[in-house]
T-cell receptor, first 114, second 114 residues
Framework: KAGVTQTPRYLIKTRGQQVTLSCSPI?????VSWYQQTPGQGLQFLFE???????NKGNFPGRFSGRQFSNSRSEMNVSTLELGDSALYLC?????????????FGPGTRLTVL | AQSVTQLGSHVSVSEGALVLLRCNYS??????LFWYVQYPNQGLQLLLK??????LVKGINGFEAEFKKSETSFHLTKPSAHMSDAAEYFC????????????FGTGTRLLVSP
């Protein structure tokens, strides 16, 4: 079974631009979550989606948005990029929506903002 | 609010020695606790989880952890370290709120010397 895939793996943007990151969950998984990982702030929760509905959102500015499609694939968008948005963005998928369901993480997209 | 504290940003052991990585949690409701491992340039992989069943939880690669409510701890152990265990380890907490948001600790980098 294929794991969680994230595209692109690496991305370089400049301040003020916008970016879209993509996540394809494991087949059959309907829950997708996004996390940001930085050396300074560690791993922080961004969003949680289930069946195309955003169920939960972390404490990030409105420049960060996301969505989930009917095939459970998810995208996140960051507009007006800032230097501090440089991070590894991780997507995780889960078979169910319960808190204790295992979340399977993708390899991440490393975003560098210059 | 929930939180996790991982004592020691770096832990060094010799190959064959006991591995002990510390995690203390704070939660106003019964927690679900997880240990994840991250190898360089990869996503997170679940080692084990506590979901209020047995307090001693066995995971993959010979790791185990014990949930101690009185100490609010969930330390990760492995009797004998292997070179391949060198990685970063994250403790995370969530609860039965219906959401899958994981709150992560700051991570502990495990160094294994020959």
């Amino acid at each position: 079974k294929a794991g969680v895939t994230q595209t692109p793996r690496y991305l370089i943007k400049t301040r003020g631009q916008q970016v879209t990151l993509s996540c394809s969950p494991i087949s059959g998984h309907r829950s997708v979550s996004w996390y940001q990982q930085t050396p300074g702030q560690g791993l922080q929760f961004l969003f949680e989606y289930f069946s195309e509905t955003q169920r939960n959102k972390g404490n990030f500015p409105g420049r960060f948005s996301g969505r989930q499609f009917s095939n459970s694939r998810s995208e996140m968008n960051v507009s007006t990029l800032e230097l501090g948005d440089s991070a590894l963005y991780l997507c995780a998928s889960s078979l169910g929506q319960l808190s204790y369901n295992e979340q399977f993480f993708g390899p991440g997209t490393r975003l560098t903002v210059l | 609010a929930q939180s996790v504290t991982q004592l020691g940003s770096h832990v060094s052991v010799s190959e064959g020695a006991l591995v002990l990585l510390r995690c203390n949690y704070s939660s106003s409701v019964p927690p679900y606790l997880f240990w994840y491992v991250q190898y360089p340039n990869q996503g997170l992989q679940l080692l084990l989880k506590y979901t209020s069943a047995a307090t001693l939880v066995k995971g993959i690669n010979g790791f185990e952890a014990e949930f101690k409510k009185s100490e609010t701890s969930f330390h990760l152990t492995k009797p004998s370290a292997h070179m391949s265990d060198a990685a970063e380890y994250f403790c995370a907490v969530t609860s039965n709120t219906g959401f899958q948001k994981l709150v992560f600790g700051t991570g502990t980098r495990l160094l294994v010397s020959p």
